[in-house]
């Protein structure tokens, strides 16, 4: 049976992703040796590097622009305390969507004065906070783009003269936007990108080496983009696997024909929620996510119904975070139009059975 992997992460990646990664492990280049035995140092190695560093840039329209991109470790996670040691001088400002960002936030405090732009915890993160004021004298502002847990997505970024930070973790390279508007850009791999274990770091250069600190050398970014991400060994089967998925959004014709796709994949689905009177959408609806669509049932007697109706459909990774309860259907870049309709048949199905 076809399963259809709706996984908020690590989540689906494209079939032919998989099958050239899984030769690669098996051989190589054609070297009789595993991808994962041969050094990272290796011009085999190192070209594949390059390669997603450069495919990172270009798909984000970012060449030549003054910006490096980098393959690090340590999740998204680890960059909320790298982006703090890097840049927070003084103060920086936070916009608190969700789980993430307050974890983010978190993390800065130890470094210096941190302030909430806005919050939208007062109603458990279902939506996106605007018309918030931005002080003039941070050293940066720090936005999560899309909420993976809550299912909210900002739609449109603040204009401000501060250092712009962005979590994409969940939503890189799902839609066109002005990337040149931020200075930094970090995500996990394991949503639109790979498989975790990777983050990618995508860093205008002029913003750093800003703060008065020493920081340590793992964390600098200043010497990771000297190094050209091989300071330490790097996570080699991650990477390459990025590169692999990058080249795979090249070839469907890069971010605009992935877009286009994410659409009607979120389109088809809200629909049905919208339309379906046995469900209810939890984000606000101009905050829902592409990339993570969350929703309750509106009776909880039919909870064993339609999770037998699911698991019969091939669906898997429905279930929603604790901190939501209901569903969540992620619908990252290589979900397939086809697993969004067969969701939308069985919640159909339901209605009709009910």
Known sequence: MKKHNFSAGPCILPQEVIIKASEAVMDFNGLGLSLIEISHRSKDFVAVMDKARSLALELLDLEGKGYQALFLQGGASMEFLMVAYNLLEKKAGYLN??????????????????IEV?????????????????????????LTSNNT???????????????????????????QLDFSQFDLIYAGAQKNMGPA?????VVKEEILGRVSRKIPSMLDY??????????????VFPVYVSMLTLE??????????????????AQLLYS?????????????KEDRSNMNATFTLAEEKLKDIFEGMCKEAGISGINGHRSVGGYRASMYNALPLESVGTLVDVMSELERKA
């Open 118 to 142: 806005g919050s939208s915890k007062d109603e458990n993160f279902s939506y996106i906070p605007k018309g918030y004021s931005i002080p003039n004298d941070l050293d940066y502002l720090h």
């Open 149 to 175: 847990i809550f299912g909210t997505q900002i739609k449109k970024f603040p204009k401000t003269e501060a250092t712009l930070v962005c979590d994409m973790s969940s939503d890189i390279f799902s839609r």
């Open 97 to 114: 969507t969700g789980t993430w960002a307050d974890k983010a936030l978190k993390e800065a405090k130890i470094f210096g004065e941190v």
């Open 197 to 201: 274990g990777t983050t990618l770091v």
């Open 248 to 265: 795979w959004l090249q070839k469907l014709g890069g971010i605009a024909a992935i877009e286009e796709i994410n659409e009607k994949k």
């Open 222 to 235: 200043k010497v990771h983009i000297e190094k050209e991400s091989m300071f330490n060994t790097p996570a």
């Open 272 to 284: 049905e929620i919208d339309l379906n009177p046995l469900f209810k959408g939890y984000a606000h």
